[in-house]
């Protein structure tokens, strides 16, 4: 078990899975750390962490991870503000939808890899700081649909195949980010939380809303169990020797081929510095 706690949670604080892992967490005694971009949403999850977890330290923070400037801003508030970051747990995540960021990159590549791609390596001086670290991403099955093209990462045609393409990514930037880290005690993993009954058809009409309510009633699980293996990831003994897996059911569990190449991994990395502009 890790002994002292600063979680940071990305906006998956206010709902679904990213809820879930926060009172899971906060009531192993985290200090809790969710970022939001809708304060409201945001003031409302923590006091149901808190009264959840009978843990008061949880708070919110504001972050849009569909904005690169605020993505830096918050950062920077952080920073100044917290001395420790023990676990980062990058929840947030859109699906399938054909909209864009304020900086112009598809709305899933840029919130669901991008954004997360910016912000930990703006915390990543921290985490060292705080070693033994970990970086939990949250990535989906479905990255196995798709494979990256790098002439055009900005992809915005078929949504379903959008969002593959970013829990791709999500997976690959775990791989080179675990490698980046060895020896620093900074570990990293992806998880797939399995099809979980959450908040994500909001972004759909209501028509398809109301028959994904029949489809994850019969075969999602709930939102606690989707944060099972978030959770596993971030406190548990034994995990640290398998930095950069991909994990399911609580367990490394295997990959396609093609999503394990290192080579794909370190040019994803580095093309994702220059779209955010890292030097
Ligand atoms: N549910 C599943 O079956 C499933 C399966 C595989 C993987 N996942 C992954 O699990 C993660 C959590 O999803 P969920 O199922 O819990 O969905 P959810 O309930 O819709 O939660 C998604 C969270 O992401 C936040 N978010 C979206 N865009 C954001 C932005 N620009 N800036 C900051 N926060 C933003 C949302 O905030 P708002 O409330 O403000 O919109 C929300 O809190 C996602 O990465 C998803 O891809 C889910």
């Known amino acids: 078990m890790l002994h002292l ?85 990058n929840n947030a995540g859109m699906p399938s939808v054909l909209d864009w960021t304020d900086d112009n990159f598809s709305m899933c590549f840029g919130v669901n890899h991008l954004g997360h791609f910016l912000l930990t390596n703006l915390l990543l001086g921290r985490l060292k700081e705080s070693a033994p670290s970990r970086i939990i991403t949250l990535t989906c099955s479905n990255y196995k649909y798709q494979k990256l093209d790098f002439q055009d990462l900005n992809y915005n045609l078929l949504p379903f195949f959008t969002y593959c393409r970013s829990k791709l990514a999500n997976i690959y930037f775990t791989q080179e980010l675990a490698r980046l880290m060895e020896g620093k005690g900074v570990t990293a993993y992806s998880v797939h939380p399995g099809y979980v ?48 897996c991909y994990f399911s059911d609580c367990r490394p569990a295997a ?25």
């Not at 309510?213 to 978030?230: D, I, K």
Request: net charge positive; proline share 3%; hydrophobic share 45%.
């Open 5 to 89: 706690f600063n979680l940071l949670h990305l906006s998956g604080g206010n709902s679904g899975i990213g809820k879930e892992t926060a009172v899971a967490l906060a009531l192993r005694g985290a200090r809790v750390i969710i970022a939001c971009r809708d304060p409201e949403r945001a003031a409302k999850a923590v006091r149901e962490i808190k009264m959840r977890s009978h843990n008061m330290n949880v708070l919110h923070m504001h972050l849009d991870l569909a904005n690169l400037r605020a993505i830096r801003e918050f950062c920077k508030a952080f920073l100044q503000k917290e001395k420790r970051l023990d676990i980062l747990i």
């Open 197 to 244: 009954s959450s908040a994500w058809t909001c972004h759909y009409s209501i028509l398809f809303r109301m028959l994904m309510q029949v489809v994850m009633f019969m075969f999602f699980v709930p939102c606690e169990l989707g944060a099972q293996t978030v959770v596993h990831c971030a406190v548990a003994d034994g995990v640290t020797q398998h930095s950069g």
């Open 255 to 279: 990959l396609r081929p093609f999503a394990k190449d290192p080579s794909v991994a370190k040019k994803l990395w580095e093309a994702s510095e220059r779209l955010v502009g890292l030097p």
